[in-house]
């Protein structure tokens, strides 16, 4: 990508763009380029200074990982989103480390965190959008905390699937249980026993070559309420 796109795509994406001293946007376009990450490549391993990511194409998920290896999903990034909290040098308040994967073949356009933070302490508008950005997210957050800590495993295994199936456009859930586990926070033993309850009941048929297909969405979220 030449900076003249480059340019095009920050004028639409960062508010304070205009208001950048020339020497500044040069910084900016000279610290930015494009990468593509292929599937299941790690994008952002815990508190490194990345960058901002550009979502181009392709998915983002954003997850905490244990000491013990598990995982919890908190959000994915999908085409037009930004990721600040890649940019640990810009927000010195977020002490946790996330970590980022992507889920897809993803095209992203990353700015250098040094030049992002460099603006940021200069550009009060800079720090105030690097700032807003992470907080827009924190809703996104409590909601998975919500389900984690307040919610049965029925109520929030069929808000996952729902929620998978509508990003789909299916009725079916192409992940293993493995992997549902991993993006929920659970077991594996603990998803599958629920998947076989959620059969039993006609609500869904599970098979390892078609995976996950639910037959009655309607009572399923009825779950959820």
Known sequence: MDKQHLNELFETTFPFWPKMSPEHKETFLRSSYYVHFDKGTNVHDGGECTGVIFIRSGTLRLYLLSEEGKEITL????????????????????????????????DCVIVG????????????????????????????????????????????????????????????????????????????????RMLK????EGLITASRSEGIRILDKKRLRALTL
């Open 75 to 106: 959000y994915r990034l999908f085409p037009g989103d930004l990721c600040i909290l890649s940019a640990s040098c810009v927000l010195e308040t977020i002490t946790f480390d996330v970590h980022i994967d992507a889920e897809e073949n993803s």
């Open 113 to 192: 965190g040094c030049a992002f933070e460099d603006v940021a302490r200069k550009l009060p508008e800079a720090k105030i959008f690097a700032l807003e950005s992470a907080v827009s997210r924190f809703s996104d957050v409590m909601w998975v905390m919500q389900q984690i800590l307040f919610m049965s495993m029925d109520k929030r295994l069929a808000i996952f699937l729902l929620d998978e199936c509508a990003q789909s456009g299916t009725d079916t859930v192409k992940l293993t249980h493995e992997q549902i586990a991993k993006y929920m926070g659970s077991a594996r033993e603990v998803v599958t």
């Open 197 to 200: 309850y959620f059969a039993a």
